[in-house]
């Protein structure tokens, strides 16, 4: 489907995704926060875990265990905050702008 600019008709339009990208950014940044807290009882699992393995193995699974949370955390937040975004640009942002003349609008 092809958009027509409303005020010159030019289907020189593009879409500005604002909400999406400011969505994924703040869910990603969101999600690694709490994953860090996540990360520090994925450390204490991890070393549990890792002890078996005596000292080495301890530290391994602790770092092991905090990257794997924050990671999950990130990830986890980052895809929720895009998916926000993305409703919030096709419902509520002005997501189109015409190149031709420069006029914002939505659909
Ligand atoms: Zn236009």
Do not use: Q
Request: proline content about 2%; overall charge positive.
């Amino acid at each position: 489907m092809s958009i027509y600019c409303p005020s010159c008709k030019s289907t020189h339009v593009i879409t500005r995704d604002l909400g999406r990208k400011v969505g994924g950014t703040t869910g990603v940044v969101a999600g690694t926060v709490t994953g860090t807290a996540g990360a520090l009882g994925g450390a204490k699992a991890g070393a549990i875990i890792g002890s078996i393995g005596g000292p080495v193995g301890a530290s391994i699974g602790s770092i092991a265990g905090a990257i794997w949370g924050g990671l999950v955390g990130g990830t986890a937040g980052g895809i929720a905050g895009a998916k926000l975004g993305e409703e919030l640009d096709s419902k509520v942002l002005i997501n189109y702008e015409c190149k031709h003349c420069g006029h914002r609008f939505r659909i």
